[in-house]
């Protein structure tokens, strides 16, 4: 079913009618497709459902390709960014040509469908901004950052699986709760990963989002635990390039003060509430299930 | 009625509920707001005219935003851009919110009007593209300019314009084709504009365009009219800052081979056209002579 999907992306970007796109095709075709892969799931046999997957799609990669250049990234999924092989200038360009496909092809479903989605690409749009602010400065506040985490991830992926029930007639809350839920706890293993994998499962360098300032879960239940003089080194290694040395110091903490469980816990106990949201759809736990076993 | 339209942007700007957008809002606000004023001169007595004025004028200051950055502006409607006072990476966010809320607004309205707007982002997106593109070399093709003015600048104003017509259940194609031309003719007095005005009146520096690489008509004209050596000369100087002797020179040669004339003249045409789409309604046709009243 997915090629369904992947046969509808090309049918847009065909539309677009501009050469040059093409080219790019790659960057759209990467990826887990997991918010494609939830539609598909829930509105199974629904003869638009790939559609409406190509879509989120296209507007999953809108996103990614501006947020790399926001973030100046130069390796995503493996492979070198669009920004760093062609410029931050044409990445803004394509960001902004596949949203408006995106939105135009939206058009053709129902009010519904079309806001619920639309509306998450405000809230992933303010949600960047958010994430931006708050790697300023040293964030302790999990509050703030869960925030941030639903509107920049979960947002998309709810209005995701609510948009696929409201497809086929289902209860857009319930699924859009669980969407909501898996995209946070999707986002806290991803940031877990950060710390905790290599360099060449990644795609990218390890504990890559605390030099980039970014104060993930496992950091920010780092420093509530720590003394005060361990807070301040934490504090003082905020947003730099760290030596091993320092690393390892991160590393060790995280182990002996459980943040990276912490962190954990709070990840399975969302998507308990998700599976919980869906219980009788086994194909959506499956899911979750594989989602909570990329931590290990 | 303007003043409705303003408002319609206060609300729109208030329901992304982010502090930090408010501190923007003089970029919205700013500007001749022509198509709004379009669409609140076709639409007249509409109740939702202002609101689509509103999120047409939004998703045009969303391109400008995005544009600055890929143009390395400095200066826009005689103020500094937010890509130069607050940096690129803001300014790219910003446009993103500003599409995306522009976007979900439209989704109240009926499918062919989003469809048209949509559409037109889509146009308008590929035709940036087109334009750096085409400024990387010398380009002396008149009619992939054409096609380019016609995407980046014309396509908004003609979907502005057609769908102010479907609001009141008139004919789209008719105040389309006004909309168009008078995009098209706009544009190619807003590019005389940039040799014959000053820099007080322009809001930015004489013959930027040239600088930035971009051959607009006067340039293509006049590059037509001269002989091989005056071609190399022109040629040498594409993409360059000018010597007050080489603007001069340029100036010249655009007067004795009426190169601006002639621009001139297809903007009255263009302008023609489109008064005769709409011969009935003053209104418009008053518009179309203001905006040629410009470039004297």
Redesign the interface.
């Known amino acids: 079913m997915i090629e369904q999907v992947d046969k509808e992306i090309n049918k847009l970007v065909k539309e ?3 050469e ?1 796109i093409n080219h790019h095709l790659p960057v759209l075709m990467g990826g887990k497709r997991l918010r494609a892969k939830l539609i598909l799931t829930i509105a199974k046999d629904n003869p638009r459902a790939p559609l409406l997957g190509a879509i989120v799609e296209m507007i999953h990669s809108a ?1 990614l390709l ?1 947020d790399d ?2 973030d100046e990234a130069t390796v995503r999924r493996g492979r070198s960014c669009v920004n760093a092989t062609d410029g ?3 990445a ?3 960001g ?2 596949l ?3 995106a ?2 092809s ?3 479903f129902s ?1 519904e469908i ?2 619920t989605l ?2 998450a ?2 809230l ?3 949600g ?3 994430d ?2 708050l790697a300023k400065s040293f964030n302790d506040n999990e509050q703030k950052y869960l925030e941030m985490l639903y509107l920049k991830t979960a947002s998309l992926i709810e209005a995701s699986t609510a948009s696929a029930a409201l497809l086929i007639g289902k209860d857009k809350d319930t699924y859009g709760l669980y969407g909501k839920n898996l995209g946070l706890s999707f986002q806290i293993i991803d940031d877990i990963l950060d710390i905790t994998s290599d360099e060449k499962t990644l795609g990218k360098p390890v504990m890559s989002d605390f030099k980039e300032g970014k104060c993930t879960l496992p950091y920010i239940y780092l420093y509530k635990s720590l003394d005060d003089k361990g807070k301040e080194r934490l504090k003082s290694l905020h947003a730099k390039e760290l030596s091993s040395d320092e690393s390892l110091w991160i590393l060790n903490a995280m182990k002996k003060h459980h943040a990276i469980d912490k962190s954990f816990e709070l990840a399975k106990r969302l998507t308990k509430e998700a599976g919980e949201a869906v219980f009788d759809n086994m194909e959506l736990i499956n899911i979750l299930d594989k989602m909570i076993q990329r931590s290990y």
């Open positions: 677009i009618n501009y040059e996103s501006h250049v926001i931050s200038k044409k803004i360009m394509l902004d040509i949203y408006a496909k939105f135009s939206l058009t053709f009010h079309a806001y639309s509306s690409v405000v992933l749009s303010v960047e901004m958010m931006v602010e």
